[in-house]
C-alpha cells in the first residue's frame, strides 16, 4: 500500500492505535486489524507501543513521529511500562478495559458524518489513577466487551457500549478530578511536585495514596478486592491529604492506628490494624517495590509491636526488635525466662508483678534488656571477687564504694544475689590497671609497704589510699614479682602522708578530712 491520502492528522493526547482506528474507518470504512494487516505493521507489535511499528504508521500516514512516540506506552521489562519518562507497572493501567468520558467522545463525533473517523481514545485513559474527566467533572466510564480485541481500546468496535454510557452519563452526579490524579497529569507533562513523592515512582505514589485512602476511609475491614473504580476514587482523595504531609505524618497516622488496634494480650495487631495496606504489603505474590512506604510501616511496627528476634518483617529480618516478649528475649539470649524476668523487674524494665503474667504476654524494651542480660552474662558473684583480685574483703568494698567495681544493679534495686553481683568487665579492668600500675620488684623496698600496712601506719582508710592509688596522685608505686593482683601493690606510706598535706585539687573530700 502506497502512503494514505488525504491525511488523517494525529491529535495532541490521542493514543497511536486510536490514531489508527480512525485511520482505518476513513480510507476503508472497516476496522483496525484488516487495515494494519495490509500496511504490513503486526497490531499486537503498535498495541504495545513498540517503535518501530508506531514509525511505520507515521510513514505511511505522513505524520512526524515524534509526538505519536510520546503518547505511546513502551513496554521495558516484564510487566513494566514506560509513557513520557515515567516508568510503572501493568497495574497502573487500565489493562484490558477501555476507559473513557462519554461526553468527550460526543465532542469528537459533534455534526460528523462518519463518527468512526473522529472518535478519539485518549492516552490519559490508559491510566488506572484517571477517573475523572477534568473538562466535563465526569465519572469515567469503564467499557469491557470481553474478547481479545479489548486490549486494542478499539472505540468504534463498541458504539452501542459508548451510547449506553452516554445516557448514564446524563444521570451520573459530577465532581472535580482528585488531587491525586491531577499530580499524575502534571508529572507526566514534566511539571514538579512534592519532592519526597518525585523520588519515588509515579504507580509507587498512586498505589500508596489509594491503600492509605482506603485505610482511612473505610477502615480496616474493608477489602481491596471489594473496592469499585468510585471507592478508589474517595480514597485516593483521603490518600492524597497524607500523602503530601509527607512521611512523618503518615508515621503519626499509622501509629495512632495501630495503637488503637489491640489483640485480646494487649498487643497491637498489624493485620487487624491496617486491613488492606497489610494486605498489599504483606501479600507473599507481592514481586513489585511498593517504594518507601514499605519502611515506613516496618518502622511503625518495629517501634510499637513485640517481635522474635530474627524475624523476618516485610523483606527484612528484625535482629534487635524494640520490644519483645519475655520468652522471645530469652530465647535468643541464652537465658531462662524467668531469670529474665527478674533481672529486668528490678531495673524496673517490667512492672512489679509482670512477672507474674505468661512471659510470653510480658512485653519489654529489647534494647534495655539487652544492657541488663549482658551485665548479667558477666555477673561475678561478690563472694568470688577477692579471690579475682587477690584482695581483702574491706579493700573489695571499698572498691564498690569508689565505683572502681560495678554491680549489676544499682544499689538502691539490690533486690537479687544477681543484682548484687560484681560486673565481670569492672572486675578485669580493675585487674588490668593493677598489672600496669608499676614496675615489678624482686625484693619490697623499705619505704613501701602492703595497702593493708599502709593504712595502718598512716591511720588513713583504705579508701582514701584506693583513691590515691586508682587516680595517680602517688609518684611512685610498685609491684612485687611472684605476686598477683593487689597482693603486688606496694606504696610509700611517706607519699600518702605527703598528699594528705598538701592534696591534689580535684582531691575528694575522703582525702581532704585527713589533713591536719
Known sequence: MNALFPKIAFHTGETPMSWASRQAAFHTGGRVVPFLNDLGIPIADLARGKRDAVERLCVKAGEDPAEVIRNSIVPVEHRRFKLCGEEFSAEFTTGPVTRLCPLCIAEDIGSCEHPDEAMRHRVQWRLAPYRTCPKHNLPMSDIRMGTWSDMLHELQAMPEAIAEQLEVAKTRSRREPSRLQTYVERRLAGEAGPAWLDDQGIDQVCRT??????????????????????????????????????????????????????????????????????????????????????????????????????????????????LSSITSIAKAEGLHSKTLANVLRVAGVIEDGEEQKSARNVVADYAKAKVLIDRAKRAVPVTQVPDMLSASRPIVAELISLGQLTRIQDHGQLQSKLGKSIDGRSVQRTLKFIEGVGPLLEEPPETHVHLAKAAEKTRVTLRAILEMLFRQFLPTVYRLKGCHGFQAVLVSPDEIMACIADPPPDASDEIRFWMG
Open 209 to 322: 495514596g489509594e491503600m492509605l485512602g482506603g485505610l482511612l476511609y473505610y477502615g480496616p475491614g474493608k477489602k481491596a478486592a471489594d473496592m469499585t473504580e468510585d471507592m478508589w476514587d474517595a480514597a485516593s482523595r483521603k490518600g492524597w491529604s497524607l500523602l503530601e504531609e509527607g512521611p512523618d505524618a503518615i508515621r503519626t497516622v499509622l501509629a495512632e492506628t495501630l495503637t488503637c488496634c489491640l489483640r485480646q494480650n494487649g498487643h497491637p495487631s498489624p493485620r487487624s490494624a491496617f486491613g488492606m495496606l497489610y494486605g498489599w504489603l504483606f501479600a507473599s505474590r507481592l514481586t513489585k517495590d511498593p517504594g518507601p512506604i514499605r519502611d515506613l510501616v516496618r518502622d511503625v511496627i518495629i517501634e510499637h509491636v513485640p517481635l522474635v528476634p530474627g524475624q523476618m518483617l516485610l523483606g527484612k529480618a528484625v535482629e534487635h526488635p524494640r
